[in-house]
């Protein structure tokens, strides 16, 4: 069965610091990843995708994760957290088409002035 | 492009009555999902729709019913109220193939006291 961890259900970071927001997963094939990013009282937003090209992805706003399939994970980062990165971050697994879908617990990440 | 849009934004409703939370979309894509988020518990699937006229059960899907009778409308129904249904849903929508971002709509707060 496919499940996905965060790590972390908070992360609290000051401005202009190093971000990094965990997620481990389980597949039992080739996974699809996804960040995606939810700011107070929004809609879901994609951040990043890995799809079995590049094992280090850009996404938007100056973030990346890196698919490290020995230690399966798929963690968040970014090299100076700005004030308007604090939202909540899910990681998310597509397996086996569009029914597969399992998103993690999410992860609150407060920057601090 | 409204891209996906969901109606209502707020509701409130007492245990046992009914409603039905609309979900449109103008990108043309085939697949439509529902899904439901309570804290600490990520996004949960409820429903989702392959194309017009199928529909199908995801992970929490008790309580509910949905129809796609056209290709750009998801509606997700409420036939008997109860407070745990109180959430915030999202609808989503997607082309087919693996790896395809969702885009979701801006949320419907349901409270059921």
């Known amino acids: 069965a496919q499940s996905v961890t965060q790590l972390d259900s908070h992360v609290s970071v000051s401005e202009g610091t190093p971000v990094l927001l965990r997620c481990n997963y389980s597949?039992?094939?080739?996974?699809?990843l996804f960040w995606y990013v939810q700011h107070p009282n929004k809609g879901l937003q994609l951040l990043l995708k890995?799809?079995?090209?590049?094992?280090l992805v850009k996404g938007i706003n100056g973030f990346e994760a890196e698919f490290k399939k020995s230690e399966t994970s798929f963690h968040l980062t970014k090299p100076s957290a700005h004030m308007s990165d604090a939202a909540e971050y899910f990681c998310?697994?597509?397996?086996?088409?569009?029914?597969?879908?399992?998103f993690g617990t999410g992860t609150k990440l407060q920057v601090i002035p | 492009n409204a891209g996906v849009t969901q109606t209502p934004k707020f509701r409130v409703l007492k245990t046992g009555q009914s409603m039905t939370l609309l979900c449109a979309q103008d990108?043309?894509?085939?697949?439509m999902y529902w899904y439901r988020q309570d804290p600490g518990m990520g996004l949960r699937l409820i429903h989702y729709?392959?194309?017009?006229?199928?529909?199908a059960k995801g992970e929490v899907p008790d309580g509910y019913n949905v129809s796609r009778l056209k290709k750009q409308n998801f509606l997700l129904g409420l036939e008997s109220a109860a407070p745990s249904q109180t959430s915030v849903y999202f609808c989503?929508?997607?082309?087919?193939?693996?790896?395809?971002?969702?885009?979701f709509g801006p949320g419907t707060r349901l409270t059921v006291t």
């Open positions: 597949s039992s094939y080739s996974p699809s």
């Open positions: 729709s392959v194309g017009e006229g199928t529909t």
């Open positions: 890995y799809t079995s090209a590049a094992t």
């Open positions: 998310v697994l597509f397996e086996g088409g569009y029914q597969k879908v399992t």
């Open positions: 990108m043309n894509h085939e697949y």
């Open positions: 989503a929508s997607t082309v087919p193939g693996q790896a395809q971002e969702q885009y």
